[in-house]
T-cell receptor
Framework: DAGVIQSPRHEVTEMGQEVTLRCKPI?????LFWYRQTMMRGLELLIY????????DSGMPEDRFSAKMPNASFSTLKIQPSEPRDSAVYFC???????????????FGPGTRLTVL | SQQGEEDPQALSIQEGENATMNCSYK?????LQWYRQNSGRGLVHLIL?????REKHSGRLRVTLDTSKKSSSLLITASRAADTASYFC??????????????FGTGTRLTIIP
């Protein structure tokens, strides 16, 4: 299995531009999470999905951020318009539901380093 | 606010020594997990301990859990240069299935000096 795949790995854009980050979770996982990591704020959960349905988006900073999961193998996080304070590393992670046989360990992608000038 | 708080924030030790990191959390949990993050990489799951367990081992890792104190510790024995990384504890939302959100702590930055 290739693990969680994120693209692009690096993104440099100018303030005001639209940014789209992409994620492909591990096949068969039914949970998908988007995180943001900065030195100042640490690792923050932005939003997560279960079976493609958004469950909790309370971590999304503001209306400039939106996330979709059109199918089980693809999700996007969009920032429009982008601002310099959005500069961070954005991680996608996926996991299985807990059951009698599985635990909810999360598998992280390599991250997208976003720089907004 | 973060559920987990790691202590210390940073730790530097000589190669071969043992490293101990602590994590405190605030609410009841079903399990507690530890993750490692190498510089520039995503987090990687290391070990999970359930709320009814007190100690767990995996290779050079030893995790303890004290639910009465709402705290956990991660011990890495015989440290190696490759153990240099940040270590995070993560707690779930409690015993009910169907909510798989994890809350990550602030992390401990471990540096192993060769």
């Amino acid at each position: 299995d290739a693990g969680v795949i994120q693209s692009p790995r690096h993104e440099v854009t100018e303030m005001g531009q639209e940014v789209t980050l992409r994620c492909k979770p591990i096949s068969g996982h039914d949970y998908l999470f988007w995180y943001r990591q900065t030195m100042m704020r640490g690792l923050e959960l932005l939003i997560y999905f279960n079976n493609n349905v958004p469950i909790d988006d309370s971590g999304m900073p503001e209306d400039r951020f939106s996330a979709k999961m059109p199918n089980a193998s693809f999700s996007t996080l969009k920032i429009q318009p982008s601002e310099p304070r959005d500069s961070a590393v954005y991680f996608c992670a996926s996991s299985l539901s807990r059951s009698a046989y599985t635990y909810n360990e999360q598998f992280f992608g390599p991250g997208t380093r976003l720089t907004v000038l | 606010s973060q559920q987990g708080e790691e202590d210390p924030q940073a730790l530097s030790i000589q190669e071969g020594e043992n490293a101990t990191m602590n994590c405190s959390y605030k609410t009841s949990i079903n399990n507690l997990q530890w993750y490692r993050q190498n510089s520039g990489r995503g987090l990687v799951h290391l070990i999970l301990i359930r709320s009814n367990e007190r100690e767990k081992h995996s290779g050079r890792l030893r995790v303890t859990l004290d639910t009465s104190k709402k705290s956990s510790s991660l011990l890495i024995t015989a440290s190696r240069a490759a153990d240099t990384a940040s270590y995070f504890c993560a707690t779930d939302a409690g015993p009910n299935f169907g909510n798989e959100k994890l809350t990550f702590g602030t992390g401990t930055r471990l540096t192993i000096i060769p």
